[in-house]
Nanobody, 121 residues
Framework: QVQLVESGGGLVQAGGSLRVSCAAS????????MGWYRQAPGKQRELVAY???????NYADSVKGRFTISRDNAKNTVYLQMNSLKPEDTAVYVC???????????????WGQGTQVTVSS
């Protein structure tokens, strides 16, 4: 079994910064891509950013230049540094990891529970 646990969300004023983290644990052989999604009330879940095992990154147009995704492979952890936050960034941020487990030996997607990020104007 694999678990993803996010941390670091909270309330911040517009223009401020937050860093959210997501740690994977359990029966992990390897982790391929890791990513962050967000879902605002009444909206569909959208991809914010992802990072491959080799360090290649991709960002939604709405966060380019403001957010930075990174990972620590030794800790099975992905981070999202969010700067110049805007009220429209308010959402539940959820991480996803493509994990090959030691019990299944197949690559599957695992999701965290999410962490709330609220940006006040």
């Amino acid at each position: 079994q694999v678990q993803l646990v996010e941390s670091g969300g909270g309330l911040v004023q517009a223009g401020g910064s937050l860093r959210v983290s997501c740690a994977a644990s359990g029966s992990i052989f390897s982790i391929n891509a890791m990513g962050w999604y967000r879902q605002a009330p009444g909206k569909q879940r959208e991809l914010v950013a992802y990072i491959t095992s080799g360090g290649d990154t991709n960002y939604a147009d709405s966060v380019k230049g403001r957010f930075t995704i990174s990972r620590d492979n030794a800790k099975n952890t992905v981070y999202l540094q969010m700067n110049s936050l805007k009220p429209e960034d308010t959402a539940v941020y959820v991480c996803k990891a493509e994990v090959m487990g030691t019990t299944t030996w197949v690559s599957s997607d695992y999701w965290g529970q999410g962490t709330q990020v609220t940006v006040s104007s």
